[in-house]
């Protein structure tokens, strides 16, 4: 038997990454699989091989979040588990940042964040989950992601709300907190159809070897296994928590 038996789940962001990894692991352990993303040649693809269905779906517009949910009601008739995984990353000094390129940020990471939340959890049957993504950069700060940690920031508090709203209907909230990732967010070199994953990645290592502990970047199935964690049973009191997956980044610098 799978930890995830006869849940319905909607992962966003799930064409590539860490939401593909999220819907690979949890059709592996027995969900019914609803992904979703703009990127719609890759999520069709993933859908067909895992054996789940694919809804197109922009975040930050909320004719897509109801238009996802109608269509997986009508697919499986009820939604037990949201993963809002969808996220973007720009790099630019504070100060440089235009308000247009912080407002991208804002509708992606934290309008979409928002939106899954108000219109998946009215549906959503009781004793259901949701997990967030945040960040690293929710929790602390880092320069040149001054949108970015904003956004991450605002997800932390919003699963925070969230979890205490839902309690009631034994709904829990939860927030996955990722570090450095080997994803095209971070290495946008796995864009580049003649790059070798397995090198670029190494180069990951060995740029975050001096920055965490563990001494090498995370791999978005890491993650996948701590968002199967919040989504199961196997975290069935814990609500309100965000939870840092970073190879011990936030926990300080060693001097020595």
């Known amino acids: 038997m799978g930890k995830l038996d006869g849940r319905v789940v909607i992962v966003t962001g799930a064409a590539r990454g860490q939401g593909e990894q999220e819907a690979r692991l949890f059709a592996a352990e027995g969900a019914r699989v609803v992904l ?13 091989e895992i054996g789940a269905r ?7 517009r909320e004719d897509d979040w109801q238009a996802a949910v109608t269509a997986t009601k009508e697919a ?7 993963v809002n995984n969808a996220g973007i990353l720009r790099f630019n000094s504070l100060l440089d940042t235009p308000l247009d390129e912080f407002m991208q940020v804002v509708q992606v990471n934290q309008v979409g964040c928002f939106l ?4 998946v959890a009215p549906e959503m049957a009781d004793e259901g989950t949701i997990v967030n993504t945040a960040s690293y950069t929710g929790l602390t700060g880092m320069a040149a992601v001054g949108a970015y940690a904003a956004t991450k920031h605002a997800v932390v508090g919003l699963t ?14 939860n927030a996955v907190c990722p570090g450095a ?3 095209a967010m971070s290495n ?44 199961s049973e196997d975290s069935s009191y814990i609500t309100g928590q965000p939870f840092v997956i970073d190879g011990g980044w936030l926990a300080g610098v060693s001097v020595i």
């Open 36 to 48: 979703t993303d703009v990127l719609d040649d890759q999520g069709e693809a993933l859908a067909k």
């Open 54 to 60: 694919y809804v197109h779906l922009d975040v930050g």
């Open 76 to 82: 499986y008739g009820h939604v037990d588990g949201l």
């Open 116 to 119: 899954g939340m108000k219109t």
């Open 160 to 173: 925070r709300v969230a979890a205490l709203e839902l309690a009631g209907r034994g709904i829990r909230v």
């Open 181 to 183: 990732i080997d994803t």
């Open 188 to 231: 946008p070199a796995l864009l580049d159809p003649d790059a070798d994953p397995e090198e670029t990645a190494r180069g990951l290592d060995r740029l975050y070897r001096g920055l965490v502990p563990l001494g090498r970047v995370g791999r978005p199935e890491e993650v996948a296994r701590l968002a199967l964690f919040l989504t």
